[in-house]
């Protein structure tokens, strides 16, 4: 990492469950972020050693059955070195592009989140149509200020 690549003063929470495949590459991608906790729910695979070996905090959660999922307990109990929390699920990968743009917007002190334009991507290729793209989501948040709401995937378009 060059001294323009500096670590950024981000959390970044990774939701997780028996994801071995995704999350090297997806930790790769994260190498900027100050801190990282990958939430794992008691899986069975390497995804406990994996994220370790990248240097990430591993917390276990126990789903009840009940809101509020792993999101919100997280944001709820997990200790935060930093106000602002980035969401990545382990199949989603960080650029080097975005982590400029991450590291520029949370100086900027009239905001308390950015949405993120996901692509979706299927066979190496982006899909652009279909109702994929734009896919803005909240994703980089002061995680003081954000909880996900309890809806269903049948109130959310594009889902």
Excluded at 59 to 76: C, D, E, I, R, T
């Amino acid at each position: 990492m060059s001294s323009q690549e500096s670590k950024v003063p981000v959390s970044v929470l990774i939701p997780a469950k028996n994801e071995e495949v995704n999350l090297p590459a997806c930790l790769e991608s994260l190498s900027r972020a100050d801190e990282v906790f990958v939430v794992d729910s008691q899986s069975s695979d390497r995804s406990v050693e994996i994220s370790e070996s990248y240097g990430a905090s591993v917390v276990q959660f126990h789903f009840n059955g009940y809101w509020p999922k792993k999101k919100n307990w997280s944001l709820a109990n997990l200790t935060f070195s930093h106000p602002w929390v980035l969401i990545v699920d382990c199949d989603e990968r960080i650029t080097p592009q975005l982590w400029d743009e991450i590291a520029l917007a949370i100086q900027n002190p009239d905001y308390n989140g950015y949405y993120l334009n996901r692509r979706v991507y299927f066979l190496d290729q982006w899909i652009r149509h279909g109702g994929k793209y734009p896919d803005w989501n909240l994703r980089l948040f002061k995680h003081e200020k954000g909880r996900y709401e309890n809806l269903s995937t049948e109130e959310i378009p594009n889902t």
